[in-house]
């Protein structure tokens, strides 16, 4: 199976700042990457497929990059609604299709 | 709009059977692969279960092949998964997901539902 590797696992930042969040994959998985946001209490929500597309009426302060095995998740100016656990998670072939372990991101 | 809604979750002792299902609605049901992801209380996502959207091809994490069976009944959109066996680590949140593609599997999850509730304990 693909391992998926965030890193940080927890972030502070301020309101206005721009955070970078990182995913490895144990092997190449080409595009194959999503993100997902999940606020406490609710169910995930896509942000981004296959590496960089945005999903329909997700602010475009997010971006997503990367190819291979290295990819980022970039948030460019942080609102107060931004404040959540983000994950990636590779589609690459067949299941089981595997989440990172998650990054916390908090208001500092 | 499409809405997805959990049902059948609850406290089960270990050994014992659950039910899930999840009405779909706001899409053409049969048109789209779905899936099961769970959330243990405080941890991350872990896929569970995925079918194609004839129901022909299904798909199980290594951890409850054997005792999970997914299953979909397409003139009533809705989604199933039979769980049998259980134990304490499947105690989770467990939502069902929409494919954002078709029929064909994608591991991508588009759509989710609000989530239900298993707790196995005695």
């Known amino acids: 199976d693909i391992q998926m590797t965030q890193s940080p696992s927890s972030l502070s930042a301020s309101v206005g700042d721009r955070v970078t969040i990182t995913c490895r994959a144990s092997q190449s998985i080409s595009n194959y990457l999503n993100w997902y946001q999940q606020k406490p209490g609710k169910a995930p929500k896509l942000l981004i497929s296959?590496?960089?597309s945005l999903q329909s009426g997700v602010p475009s302060r997010f971006r997503g990059s990367g190819s291979g095995t290295d990819f980022t998740l970039t948030i460019s100016s942080l609102q107060p609604e931004d404040f959540a656990t983000y994950y990636c998670?590779?589609?690459?072939?067949?299941?089981?299709?595997?989440f990172g372990q998650g990054t916390r991101l908090e208001i500092k | 709009e499409v809405q997805l809604l959990e049902s059948g979750g609850g406290l089960v002792q270990p050994g014992g059977s659950l039910r899930l299902s999840c009405a779909a609605s706001?899409?053409?049901?049969?048109?789209?692969?779905m899936s099961w992801v769970r959330q243990a209380p405080g941890k991350g996502l872990e896929w569970v279960s995925g079918i194609s959207g004839s129901g022909g091809m299904t798909f199980y994490a290594g951890s409850v092949k054997g005792r999970f069976t997914i299953s979909r009944d397409n003139s009533k959109n809705t989604l199933f998964m039979q769980m049998n066996s259980l134990r304490a680590e499947d105690t989770a949140v467990y939502y069902c997901?929409?494919?954002?593609?078709?029929?064909?599997?994608?591991?991508?999850?588009?759509?989710w539902g609000q989530g239900t509730l298993v707790t196995v304990s005695s």
């Open positions: 998670q590779e589609s690459y072939n067949t299941p089981p299709n595997t």
């Open positions: 997901a929409k494919d954002p593609i078709g029929k064909r599997y994608s591991g991508t999850y588009a759509n």
């Open positions: 706001g899409f053409t049901f049969n048109n789209y692969a």
């Open positions: 296959v590496a960089s």
